[in-house]
């Protein structure tokens, strides 16, 4: 753009043409801000948190993973193979003596070391199996109800894939993590479902109608906050019958994970009820005569609707490593049902540790989901209030 300075003025003066689009696609922009609904201007904050988007879409990946847990996992969760009883991950490889094959392993030769008594595996570069892709393999049931045998990845006809090695039993750890991961990702949803209900009732009542309720809810919230929280975990999870079935089990985790939970949302739920109560659309609602429930949830629970789910996200980590402490203690989810504290719960010999140490893998993944949640609740949290 070439400028001038206007001797009367002296201000610069363009002498390019004007183009009245411009100024009205700038309107336009400012319009479509001041006029966006409160969700997208939520949206339109977080994506410029990066991190955030990112880890909320590894988040989308892994809860998706949960649908097709057969299909992504080479072998059956039970599946057993006595002639590989811990045998160390396999890697995948392209290139077998400078050629591209494509994917494949190499295959293990097998030897019990009789000064030890360790069982070694050896890789062979003469055994190159390739892998299969969209294939049949074990038989298993959909989600417990389709007989099916697709999996997206198998092992050569008669060989072995084992990414992330067995264990005591020869089963696929890769396959276990997998499967585990239906489990603890969705044990966090049920309990955090569970303690939204319990943190919006006890705190929409608590904030408000106050009196002797308010007081009543307080006086409870704070003696459960009271209780050091991993012991009550373990003492409330020690009291499930030991005959009850794994479905069972797994339902009685995540309502306890649910009750303990509630608190912290509640006390959220009341002191913002607190203040909005008094606002005029409130007064005028009820003066209309809008009951107190509809009020609750139609005109105060809406108003910071962004704020619960913030809220929620950051607490689900604290649900999925509750239950992942107390399979890992032995006290929570227990064999048959798989899932990452069951798998960790293989892992508490050290001596087993340092003999096979890719059996603490699954604690990578609890690792990766916890960090993922926290970033994104953050992110989330940060872009609930987009006005500020």
């Keep these: 753009m070439t400028t001038e300075t206007d001797e009367e003025s002296g201000h610069y003066v363009s002498r390019e043409p004007f183009d ?21 201007l939520i949206w339109w904050k977080l994506k410029r948190h990066r991190l955030a988007v990112w880890c909320g879409f590894i988040l989308l990946l ?32 392209l290139f077998h003596q400078g050629e591209f094959i494509g994917p494949f392993v190499y295959g293990h030769d097998f030897q019990l070391n009789m000064e030890n008594l360790q069982r070694e595996y050896v890789p062979n570069p003469d055994k190159v199996e390739k892998l299969r892709f969209f294939c049949s393999g074990d038989p298993y049931r959909f989600w417990n109800a389709i007989p099916m045998d697709f ?52 705190g929409g009542i608590a904030g408000y109608f106050g009196g002797w309720a308010d007081s009543l809810i307080q006086r409870m919230t704070e003696i459960i906050r009271s209780f050091p929280e991993l012991p009550l975990w373990m003492s409330l999870s020690a009291i499930l019958p030991v005959t009850w079935s794994p479905l069972l089990v797994f339902f009685g985790i995540t309502v306890i994970l ?31 005569g809008a009951s107190s429930g509809r009020i609750i949830r139609r005109h105060l629970l809406p108003g910071f609707s962004s704020h619960i789910i913030a ?21 929570g989810l227990r064999p048959p049902i798989t899932s990452w504290g069951v798998l960790l719960n293989e892992a508490q010999n050290i001596n087993v540790v340092a003999l096979y140490p890719w059996l603490i893998l699954p604690v990578v993944p609890v690792i990766v989901i916890i960090l993922a949640f926290n970033f994104f609740g953050d992110g989330l949290r940060d872009a609930a209030d987009p006005y500020k």
């Design 62 to 93: 892994m809860y998706g993973s949960v649908l097709i847990s057969e299909w992504i996992a080479p072998y059956y969760y039970q599946t057993r193979n006595s002639g590989a009883i811990y045998s160390p991950p396999q890697r995948i490889h």
């Design 258 to 288: 649910g009750m303990l939970d509630w608190t912290g949302l509640a006390r959220a739920v009341r002191s913002k009820l607190l203040a909005l109560r008094e606002e005029d659309y409130t007064v005028a609602a009820r003066l209309m």
């Design 311 to 331: 809220s929620a996200t950051l607490s689900i980590p604290g649900m999925i490593l509750g239950e992942t402490a107390l399979s890992f203690l032995g006290l």
């Design 151 to 202: 999996h997206f990845i198998c092992p050569a006809e008669g060989k072995t894939m084992y990414l992330l090695g067995t264990d005591r039993l020869g089963r696929d750890l890769f396959s276990r993590i997998v499967y585990g991961a239906r489990i603890s990702l969705l044990i966090g949803l049920g309990g955090i479902a569970v303690s939204l209900f319990l943190g919006l009732l006890l």
């Design 20 to 40: 009245p689009r411009s100024i009205e696609q700038i309107a336009a922009g400012q319009e479509s801000y001041f006029l966006a609904s409160r969700r997208r």
